[in-house]
């Protein structure tokens, strides 16, 4: 029972970023009409904005301590972070132990634009090109993108941790009347998988409650009739491309101290998503995140060592076999709409 | 209808006399070198096969770095570095041999056949005489494969299998760096020593040739201690969030959990380890442990705070005193201004060893180079005496355990020696059954 617990609570934690990204891909592709390859790429950057605000506020000057000495013997470099001497040492040090939740306010406007710059200035020119040439462009700008971003952070790992307020984990087996320390489950995976439900939310109520959403929502069932009425459907969907990468890099912000990020974790994330949009049905929002917490849950779950051994092997292969059992009873995915990519 | 002239003997006679015009070029070939790309004006090439791009990207360009500085060295500039503490005095500073050193560099990606084929380009267009580097078991063991069959020497780089100088050893094939059954050997009386004789483990394992040799090696080292092994699991390579394998150890009675992991895989795990709690938990009345058997430097920076205390096994580090070390450490540190990684250390002492051997030797013959390589002893190089085994072709040398350091006063200062193994307690016999199945063969001069 405990067992089971645990994993549930690990596929919730896990599809919470299978379904932003796929969330992204999903109003990308239903606006625009573009298999965005370049989407993993986007959640990467938006992991690099925390690492890049952490090391913004690391920023320290050197002073010479001539009482230690440095790995060749010379007087130690003592460094300083800049924001401790401005700010004092106990609200600079704050500022830099909350570095990742403050880089989600520093990452959105960075997103957005990086939304609009890829969009603006290479995808509008494949809106009408087959959906063979917008793979292969946006995949080739996914690798760009990660090869730039390794040139300047380099290819290992880079420690983001949470705050330090976030660092232990909650004791659901004592709430829940088991021993204690059985069913414990880290705070921040918490407080991820209940931002991963805030911005879905916000999305959705954006999409449903506001005059941009409904037109944003006519223009995905009927772009042509939507522009006959004289609204200009293209700028919104440019800003639908950019809220689709700023949901995308907020996303890896706040996965930053779950995995450290890397140069390739969005390549790592990316075909995942894909198989979660095709599940979940080409186009179709709540689509992309009931089936991004569906794979995420049994993702997990096969990952537990009794299932494990009746079927080894079936942690890494169990997200590609529901997806075809899905296509092949389900063509159009779990919710997916009559006439998208069956032209 | 034509008459042709065509006889038995008029087809012998021109199948003769083709036969020997087509064979000329390669007598004069076979005439002019004696062995595979000999070098013949005043230089020669050396091949360096690192990760420039991939995952291990950063500890290939660590590794070009030290063997930058080794070609320097060896060619008589900088100020020296281990060739002044190397117990082997033959080499002058002019080269090897009088020849001037150059290099060539290639990209193994941390791919095996990418690795093959950047050997291979270096061997055949760049005349490479000796292949070193790399950063992965899975690519040493294909580009080991691969200069057996080329005639070339193969100096190994980072890579801890132990079927590198096991199964798939070859007579071409030499490894400096410490391998799985030294990191357990060494490792396990720590462990008992510091955690107790009666624990239970948990592994979790990365699913290639490496992690088996290190699970098994991990595993019988602490087994005969007393420990018991709860769980061996097995989890893909570059599985990202381990969380779901991580999970499952708190449903056992395992008290200790070992991460057969390296690169990145290591950093994930073992940051999703210390995020679930596992730390501060308390299981048969012992503080749960996590060991990481292989440590990295260059890796555990990305593990950042979750590294402290954190118990492991590691060829070398740049904090050790010797004379070699601090030697090597001063060069390094002074042309890029950071302290190197032992993967730098152990490339640029297998330059220096392979260089030595053919000064030795006084022959670039790959044949004459194995024969000076096998049973060498030497010291000054960083890890005190050390023996290359003639059997198997393995360093046998003191192995260093290392524990993530508590106070770090640098962003360098990550780990701590805690216990220098000697080397005859890490030393195997040859017919080993973890190093079985495999023969080095014939060595091959091309």
Not at chain 2, 2 to 12: G, H
Not at chain 2, 16 to 42: C, D, K, Q, R, Y
Request: with cysteine; glycine share 12%; aromatic share 10%.
């Amino acid at each position: 029972m405990e067992t089971i617990l645990l994993q549930l609570l690990n596929g919730l934690d896990k599809g919470s970023a299978y379904a932003l990204i796929a969330l992204g891909l999903t109003l990308i592709f239903g606006t625009l009409g573009v298999v965005n390859f370049a989407h993993g790429a986007i959640f990467m950057i938006g992991a690099f904005c925390a690492v890049t605000l952490s090391k913004l506020l690391n920023l320290s000057f050197e002073t010479i301590d001539p009482e230690k000495v440095d790995f060749l013997g010379n007087p130690a470099k003592i460094k300083t972070p800049y924001v401790e001497a401005w700010f004092g040492p106990d609200f600079g040090h704050a500022l830099i132990d909350w570095s990742v939740p403050l880089a989600i306010l520093f990452s959105i406007p960075i997103m957005i634009a990086v939304g609009f710059a890829m969009e603006r200035g290479l995808i509008k020119h494949f809106y009408k090109r087959p959906h063979a040439d917008q793979i292969l462009v946006t995949f080739g700008l996914a690798i760009v993108l990660q090869e730039v971003i390794k040139y300047f952070y380099g290819a290992n790992p880079i420690s983001t941790p949470a705050p330090d307020a976030f660092k232990g984990s909650f004791d659901f087996g004592a709430m829940l009347g088991f021993d204690p320390n059985m069913i414990i489950y880290p705070y921040w995976r918490l407080i991820y998988f209940g931002f991963a439900a805030l911005v879905i939310g916000a999305v959705f109520s954006f999409l449903q409650f506001t005059t941009f959403g409904m037109v944003v929502r006519a223009g995905m069932a009927d772009r042509e009739t939507v522009g006959l009425l004289g609204i200009n459907i293209d700028r919104r969907f440019t800003i639908m491309f950019g809220l689709a990468a700023a949901v995308a890099g907020v996303a890896g912000v706040m996965y930053a101290p779950i995995l450290s990020p890397n140069y390739h974790m969005g390549m790592d994330f990316l075909v995942l998503c894909f198989v979660v949009v095709v599940v979940g049905g080409m186009g179709s929002l709540p689509g992309a995140v009931a089936a991004g917490f569906l794979l995420g849950i049994l993702e997990s779950f096969s990952s537990m060592n009794a299932v494990k051994s009746l079927l080894p092997g079936i942690d890494q292969i169990i997200i590609y076999v529901v997806a075809i059992v899905i296509l092949l009873t389900r063509p159009r995915g779990l919710m997916g709409k009559k006439g998208v990519m069956e032209e | 209808m034509s008459k042709t002239d065509l006889t038995r003997r008029s087809v012998l006679r021109t199948g003769a006399v083709a036969g020997a015009g087509l064979a000329l070029p390669t007598i004069f070939t076979s005439g002019a070198s004696a062995f595979t790309n000999e070098p013949m004006g005043g230089t020669v090439t050396l091949g360096f096969n690192v990760p420039q791009s991939g995952a291990y990207a950063d500890e290939g360009a660590d590794e070009l770095r030290a063997y930058q500085l080794a070609v320097e060295h060896l060619n008589g500039e900088g100020d020296g570095g281990m060739l002044n503490t190397f117990s082997s005095k033959v080499l002058e500073g002019n080269g090897i041999m009088g020849k001037k050193v150059e290099y060539v560099t290639g990209d193994t990606q941390t791919k095996s056949d990418a690795a093959r084929a950047s050997a291979k380009s270096m061997i055949e267009k760049d005349g490479a005489v000796m292949i070193t580097g790399g950063s992965s078991s899975g690519v040493a063991v294909a580009v080991q494969g691969l200069c057996q069959e080329a005639g070339v020497i193969f100096m190994a780089g980072l890579t801890h299998s132990n079927d590198t100088t096991g199964k798939d050893k070859k007579a071409n094939g030499f490894r400096h760096f410490f391998n799985a059954y030294m990191s357990g050997a060494a490792l396990a009386p720590v462990l008992a020593a510091r955690y107790g004789a009666d624990r239970k483990a948990y592994h979790l394992t990365a699913d290639y040739t490496w992690g088996w040799t290190q699970e098994e090696s991990i595993a019988a080292a602490t087994e005969a201690l007393g420990w018991q092994t709860v769980n061996k699991v097995r989890t893909p390579l570059g599985a990202g969030d381990f969380s779901s394998y991580i999970t499952p150890v708190l449903q056992t009675d395992a008290d200790v959990l070992i991460l057969n992991h390296y690169g990145g895989d290591m950093v994930n795990s073992l940051t999703n380890a210390v995020q679930f709690g596992l730390r501060e938990k308390m299981v048969n009345g012992k503080n749960f442990e996590i060991v990481v058997p292989l440590f990295s430097r260059l890796m555990a920076r990305g593990a950042g705070e979750n590294i402290k205390g954190i118990l492991g096994s590691t060829n070398w580090h740049w904090s050790l005193t010797d004379a070699g070390s601090q030697a090597f450490v001063k060069s390094f540190g002074t042309k890029y201004g950071f302290p190197p990684s032992q993967a730098a250390h152990t490339c640029y002492v297998q330059t220096l060893l392979y260089a030595d051997a053919v000064a030795r030797a006084g022959s670039f013959n790959p044949c004459a180079v194995v024969e000076a390589l096998e049973g060498f002893e030497f010291d000054g190089l960083g890890n005190g005496p050390t023996l290359y085994r003639a059997e198997d072709h393995q360093c046998f040398k003191d192995v260093l355990v290392v524990r993530g350091k508590e106070n770090p006063t640098s962003e360098f200062d990550l780990l701590e020696v805690v216990e220098v193994t000697p080397a005859a307690q890490v030393t195997y016999a040859p017919d080993h059954p973890m190093f079985a199945g495999g023969a080095l063969g014939a060595c091959n001069a091309g």
